[in-house]
C-alpha cells in the first residue's frame, strides 16, 4: 500500500487555528460501517448516538506548558519546544538536563545561554543532535525550573496555528488542554478530548455510558511525516503509555454487558490495542507503545471511535482507514470538506459506530 494512496486535497480555509465554543458545540460527522450511512451532528449530541452499557475510554494525558520564547545574545529572538526533562536530575532542582527543539532559523551553538521568557529561566546549549533538536542545561533564577515552567511556559500548539506577540498565553494553556488532564507528561494534546465538557461527561454518565481513562503521552514523532513510500515501509515513534487495571475491568464488564468499547481518540485506540487480550479484553500495564494501525491491521478491541479530522497521508488517518478502508475513509473525507467541517487539533469531529 502506498502512502500517497492516502493522500487528499484540503482547503487551507477548512484548518481550525481556534476551537469551538463551547467546546461540545463543534460539528460531528457520524459514520455508520453498517450502512455507509453518514450524518451531521454536533457533539454535544453523543449521548444519544451511544448506547447505555458502552464504555468510553480517554487519554488523561497532561500537555507541559515547554514552549518557550526568548532572546540570544545580541539580541535575536528563539523559540524552543522542550521535549523532555532528565528526571534522574529532578524537574524542579535548580538545573534540569533535557532536550527539545528549536526553530528554523535560529542562530545557535554550543555553549550559548538563552534568556527565556521573563528571564529567569536560562537554557545553557550543550549538543546539537541536528534537525534543530539540541541537549541542554535548564537553570532558573528562583531554583525551581517545574514552578518556573509552569509560570510561564506556553501551550505548545502545532505550528499551523501561529500566535504574535500579543497571544494569549493563559488561554491558549487552558484551551489546549482536556477538562480531564491529570498525568503530565505530552508535549501535544490528544485532540479528540478537548471537545469534551464536565456537564457532557455528566450527561454521557446520565444515560448509563461508562467512562474509563488510560494514559498515552503524546510524543514528538506526532509532528513527524511517514517518509516512506509504502505503509508497510513506516516504523512508528515510541510513546509511554499507562492503562490502569481499573480501566481493564472495565473494559471486561462492558464486554460481559454487551456494552461496546468507545475510544475517545486515536491516542486512547493505540493503547488498548497496545494491551489486547483475549476474547477482545485488554490486559492492564505500562511500557512503551510503538503500533501501527492500518488497513489490514486494525483494531481488535476498539468497537467505535471518536476523532478528530486528520493530516492527508498521515498515520492518524491510516488508523482511521483500518477501520472502514481507504476508500471509503477517503469518500467521507470528501464528504466532510463539501460541508465545511474544520480539520486538525482545533477541528470538528468524526464517530464511526
Known sequence: ???????????????????????????????????????????????GLLQAGDLMVFNDTRVCPWRLRGRRPGGGAVECLILQLDAAHGIAAPVARGSGYFRPGNKLREGMELAMEDGRLVIALRERLGGGRWTFELRDAGGDVHGA???????????????????????DRARYQTVFARNPGAVAAPTAGLHFTEPLLAELRTRGIEQSFVTLHVGEGTFLPVRAETVEQHVMHREDYVLPEGTAQAVDAARARGGRVVAVGTTACRTLETCAASGRCVAAGSGSSQIFLYPGHGPQVVDVLFTNFHLPQSTLLMLVASMVGREEILRVYAEAIREGYRFYSFGDAMLIA
Open 149 to 171: 515552567l509552569e509560570r510561564v511556559g506556553r501551550a505548545p500548539l502545532p505550528p499551523y496555528i501561529a500566535r504574535g506577540a500579543d497571544e494569549d498565553v493563559a488561554r
Open 1 to 47: 500500500m502506498r502512502v500517497a494512496d492516502f493522500d487528499f486535497e484540503l482547503p487551507q480555509h477548512l484548518i481550525a487555528t481556534a476551537p469551538a465554543e463551547p467546546r461540545d458545540a463543534a460539528r460531528l460527522l457520524v459514520y455508520r460501517r453498517a450502512t455507509g450511512a453518514i450524518e451531521h451532528r454536533t457533539v454535544r449530541d453523543l449521548p
